[in-house]
């Protein structure tokens, strides 16, 4: 497993943009799915956005068009470019990292602990 820190959430107007950053300590950095997901007060997790090894990407058809996840690898982070902000998004963002052939259910997955994003309107 990999330990994750995320960083970068606040509080933005509707219409505005963050970054938000999670950087990963561990071995084998490279060849982890990494993700991103969020959970609304009173809501489920969702999943927002993934990217694999080789750099393909995922996105929710909620965030398609405004979010970007991106990893800089010799950095070991991985990044969530968020644009075109809504009071929709408002939610805590969490990184998550698994292996290959694994899902991000499962005991394996390695979470971050959480950054908040508040969108006013």
């Known amino acids: 497993q990999v330990q994750l820190v995320e960083s970068g959430g606040g509080l933005v107007q509707a219409g505005g943009s963050l970054r938000l950053s999670c950087a990963a300590s561990?071995?084998?950095?490279?060849?982890?799915?990494m993700g991103w997901f969020r959970q609304a007060p009173g809501k489920e997790r969702e999943f927002v956005a993934s990217?694999?090894?080789?750099?393909?990407?995922t996105y929710a058809d909620s965030v398609k068009g405004r979010f970007t996840i991106s990893r800089a690898i010799p950095k070991n982070t991985v990044y969530l470019q968020m644009n075109s902000l809504k009071p929709e998004d408002t939610a805590v963002y969490y990184c998550?990292?698994?292996?290959?052939?694994?899902?991000?259910?499962?005991?394996?997955?390695?979470w971050g602990q959480g950054t908040q994003v508040t969108v006013s309107s």
């Open positions: 998550a990292a698994r292996t290959t052939g694994t899902t991000w259910q499962a005991s394996s997955a390695s």
């Open positions: 561990g071995r084998a950095f490279s060849t982890y799915f």
């Open positions: 990217i694999s090894w080789s750099g393909g990407s």
